[in-house]
């Protein structure tokens, strides 16, 4: 199941920078976006999120970018913290078609430098 | 804060044995969901459940499986016949609201089936 997509399985930034985590998807029926954070031996955590009807949401630190027909999103974080460091994921629904599933990303391990 | 919990944390059986995955929803929401993510893989959407009954479910959750909400309070995943295979961390959510929103993830069970 390919249908939502993170290439990058990891990113290292310096404390203070941004953070820019990516995510793809092939689903033109997917209309709901969500950014989970997760610990290890711990439940993912929701971050943001942003409707299709929108192409960016912020939250303090956190904005998420929607991109539609790139069929792209992406979730900054500025300034990034050294408790920041954890694995993003990327999930997707389409409310339609599937009712509030969630597919998900593979994941993105973040490390934020001191 | 209100959160999902989940119980047990850890759970060791034999295969073939049955399991019951226990979690505690967040007490205004409506909608129940179990996720599955075996190690090195992506949480996997297994069934949601609405109006105590199940609204949706993967090709992951077949007969083996099956969901309850045998009071106000709790949501119970149930597998009749364990397989090495199910061998995994499992996640409860729970969403506030008519499939817009935020699902929230409990902490998770994990599954060692030997």
């Known amino acids: 199941d390919q249908q939502v997509k993170q290439n990058s399985p990891s990113l290292s930034v310096q404390e203070g920078r941004i953070s820019i985590l990516n995510c793809d998807y092939t689903?033109?029926?997917?209309?709901?976006f969500l950014w989970y954070k997760k610990y290890p031996a711990e439940g993912p955590t929701f971050l943001i999120s942003i409707s299709s009807i929108k192409d960016k949401n912020e939250d303090g630190r956190f904005t998420v970018f929607l991109n539609k027909s790139a069929k792209h999103l992406s979730l900054h974080i500025v300034p990034s913290q050294p408790g920041d460091s954890a694995v993003y994921f990327c999930?997707?629904?389409?409310?339609?078609?599937?009712?509030?599933?969630?597919?998900f990303g593979e994941g993105t391990q973040l490390t934020v430098n001191p | 804060e209100p959160e999902v919990t989940q119980t047990p944390s850890h759970q060791v059986t034999q295969m073939g044995q049955e399991v019951i995955l226990r979690c505690v929803p967040i007490?205004?929401?409506?909608?129940f969901y179990w996720y599955r993510q075996i190690l090195g893989q992506k949480v996997e959407f297994l069934v949601s459940f609405y109006n105590n009954e199940i609204s949706e479910k993967s090709e992951i959750f077949d007969d083996q499986f099956s969901v309850e909400r045998p009071d106000g309070s709790n949501f119970t995943l149930k597998i009749r016949s364990t397989k090495l295979e199910d061998s995994a961390m499992y996640f409860c959510a729970s969403l506030q609201g008519a499939l817009i929103g935020a699902q929230y993830f409990g902490p998770g069970t994990r599954l060692t089936v030997l």
């Open positions: 999930a997707a629904s389409a409310r339609e078609t599937s009712g509030s599933r969630l597919t």
């Open positions: 007490s205004n929401h409506l909608y």
């Open positions: 689903n033109s029926m997917f209309d709901y």
